[in-house]
């Protein structure tokens, strides 16, 4: 109860829009991303159980298998859900700006070190902006690829602390750090300069 009266208590100042499409994806909101990642979960969970009655209950030669086969596929299916999932999580949540703060989306690890995903405005030292490439899907014929953009940042504490925001539409970012530049006056370190390059495309073909 006092976390969420300390996030609450302040102004919202900017509340990122997602767009219509998972970044990088064809998925379209946070629970279809999540089924996705369950589904690979309770793959893991099938495969435990099976390797388990393997190793039990079958000869030698078997349990060897099970054992190797077993744990070399539950380590993909492990890396699978975690990792190239994780950037889907990130872009398919809000970012929320606050007087007093940056709510961010925070994974179970990081709710176990004690991270409930809001960092203090006064704990805030530096906000980095990432550039890279990104393609947003627009809809099922087209959509744009960002080339030395703007698609996300990282919140740097006063302790060295690092909170990555993951992928983010170009346009969020600027805004959102304008809106720290005017309201929190700290410092925005970005390497480049604007939205970056941008080019539509039509059915998998440039469109110029």
């Known amino acids: 109860m006092r976390e969420t009266k300390r996030i609450s208590d302040g102004e919202v100042l900017f509340e990122e829009q997602l767009p219509p499409f998972v970044l990088d994806s064809t998925l379209q909101n946070h629970l279809q991303v999540m089924s996705f990642v369950w589904l690979i979960r309770m793959g893991v969970i099938s495969i435990l159980i099976l390797m388990g009655n393997l190793v039990i209950y079958g000869g030698e030669d078997v349990r060897y298998v099970a054992a190797i086969g077993g744990g070399s596929g539950i380590v993909l299916l492990l890396w699978v859900s975690e990792y190239p999932f994780r950037d889907m999580r990130l872009a398919s949540t809000k970012t929320r700006l606050r007087s007093n703060g940056i709510e961010m989306y925070t994974f179970l690890y990081q709710r176990l070190l004690g991270f409930d995903g809001f960092v203090p405005r006064d704990e805030v030292t530096l906000i980095e902006v990432v550039r890279g490439k990104l393609r947003q899907n627009v809809n099922n014929r087209s959509d744009l690829l960002w080339e030395d953009a703007p698609i996300g940042f990282v919140v740097i504490t006063v302790r ?49």
């Open 160 to 208: 060295g602390k690092q909170y990555r925001s993951g992928p983010k539409p170009p346009g969020q970012i600027i805004t959102l750090t304008e809106a720290i530049r005017e309201h929190w006056m700290v410092p925005v370190l970005d390497k480049g300069i604007g939205i970056g390059r941008m080019t539509k495309y039509m059915d998998g073909k440039p469109s110029y």
